[in-house]
């Protein structure tokens, strides 16, 4: 009897640790948000802040070529760690000092693979992590999230993946949201009509697509990707037509972390633009000298179409060179380090060696210079790409940065092209500026030399721009 009983109790106790095992949960450092995981068919996930469910029944699983990551899961250990810290970033975008404190909760999974999430007290934030021997063709991943009642949709919805990320947002109910409707662009801002503001973005975006999000028509949303383009057509100087894609949004290393997907969670609205969840999950600098990057407002001709006016104008405004000495003198006498100049400072858009000798860029650089003003030039990126030793040449001349233009798209190839920029940019001293670009999403901190991404419904459009 006793070891019927014996038995019984052993049976009982396995049991409950494989029920531990399925069932997990990882609070914030201040005990009020919490990531509460099932583990069973998938890795499902809810959100909550105290006692409130904000988000319930989310899942998430990365879909490779010959494997599904988080379908039918096998946890093999989980590893918990605290981390407070705080560093000093390059380009204090926010605040000078960033503090990173959180709860961290490693899974590991049988199939080489890992998740890793956060909790922060202002967010929870989560990754794949893969350890495959070789490379991999990721063919989708499953961001699902669900809500537990009606909430407000603040949303950019382009009309498709190509997109200059200009488009007026649109505020929709979260029960509205059909599967047939227009995507968004990150980042999302969820409104749940008590206290809670819920802003969806990601970080660490690396040779990998930006992430879009579509309604599920259940009162939910998913992910959506573009996929890699294979085969580029012509289609003028701005850009180029994708003549054929494949039927994978990555093809990756097997060995590596994958973007963050993070949840920001308030009940302050101003906490949504202080927050440094972008910061905190990015790739550090991987500059060594940063001394150079000095980052500053500049005085823009292209609205003016080149054309000040004014009692001190004594000259016929235009692309030339006295307009834009101009702008250089109103730039220096108001301490504004910089002048952007638009198109038009070169003889051709595809060539960017040869100015626009109404302009002479050499001999406004060399003005800049006595008058403490440096000159950013504007370019498409598809002459860049086509250009790309262009760097070099634009440190000798002595043009402190570029204004990239026309991207349009995020799929892997370009979020790529975001980095060699970056990269190549920083090895000859050029600060860089993405226009009509996908949101911030680590890049800028990890390549500090990008100080600006444009792509909002601005000044540019004028009577389209409202709050």
Not at 382 to 405: M, Y
């Amino acid at each position: 009897m006793k070891k019927i009983l014996l038995t019984v109790l052993l049976i009982n106790c396995f049991a409950l640790y494989l029920h531990a095992q399925k069932q997990t949960e990882l609070s914030s450092p201040n005990g009020e948000l919490k990531v509460s995981l099932n583990i069973s068919d998938k890795i499902y996930y809810n959100i909550s802040y105290n006692s409130d469910t904000l988000l319930t029944n989310n899942y998430l699983q990365l879909n490779l070529r010959n494997d599904t990551l988080g379908q039918k899961p096998k946890l093999a250990k989980q590893k918990r760690s605290q981390v407070k810290s705080e560093s000093k970033p390059v380009v204090p975008l926010k605040f000078s000092t960033v503090k990173d404190e959180y709860n961290q909760l490693l899974l590991t999974f049988k199939g080489d693979y890992s998740i890793e999430f956060r909790a922060y007290n202002d967010g929870i934030a989560y990754r794949f992590i893969t350890n495959k021997k070789t490379e991999v063709e990721v063919l989708g991943e499953d961001f699902v999230v669900n809500f537990p009642a009606g909430y407000l949709l603040h949303l950019q919805q382009p009309g498709s993946f190509k997109t200059a990320y200009e488009e007026p947002y649109t505020h929709i109910e979260s029960t509205d949201w059909k599967a047939s409707d227009k995507m968004a662009v990150l980042p999302v801002l969820i409104d749940t009509k008590k206290q809670y503001k819920i802003l969806i973005s990601e970080s660490d975006l690396s040779d990998y697509p930006c992430l879009f999000l579509k309604g599920t028509g259940t009162n939910g949303m998913q992910s959506v990707f573009p996929k890699v383009p294979l085969e580029f057509g012509d289609d003028g100087d701005r850009s180029v037509k994708l003549l054929k894609e494949a039927d994978y949004i990555a093809k990756t290393s097997g060995k590596r972390n994958y973007p963050w997907r993070y949840f920001v969670i308030t009940k302050d609205d101003k906490q949504l633009i202080e927050n440094t969840m972008t910061y905190n999950l990015a790739t550090k600098s991987q500059l060594q000298d940063v001394s150079w990057i000095k980052p500053g407002q500049v005085s823009w001709e292209w609205w003016n179409d080149a054309s000040p006016y004014g009692p001190d104008v004594n000259f016929v405004a235009g692309y030339n060179l006295e307009t834009y000495k101009y702008y250089i003198d109103f730039a220096s006498k108001f301490g504004i380090p910089y002048i952007i100049m638009d198109e038009g400072w070169a003889m051709s858009t595809r060539d960017p060696y040869t100015p626009n000798p109404k302009v002479d860029v050499h001999e406004l650089i060399r003005y800049g210079k006595e008058k403490n003003v440096g000159i950013v030039l504007w370019l498409t990126w598809l002459v860049v790409e086509n250009n790309f030793e262009i760097f070099k040449t634009f440190q000798e001349w002595g043009v402190k940065g570029v204004k990239i233009d026309f991207m349009d798209r995020s799929d892997q190839w370009m979020v790529n092209y975001y980095e060699r920029v970056a990269k190549e940019a920083a090895k000859y001293n050029i600060l860089v500026d993405f226009h009509g670009s996908f949101k911030p999403a680590g890049l800028e901190y990890k390549y500090p030399n990008v100080l600006s991404y444009e792509g909002v419904r601005g000044m540019e459009q004028m009577g389209g721009c409202t709050p």
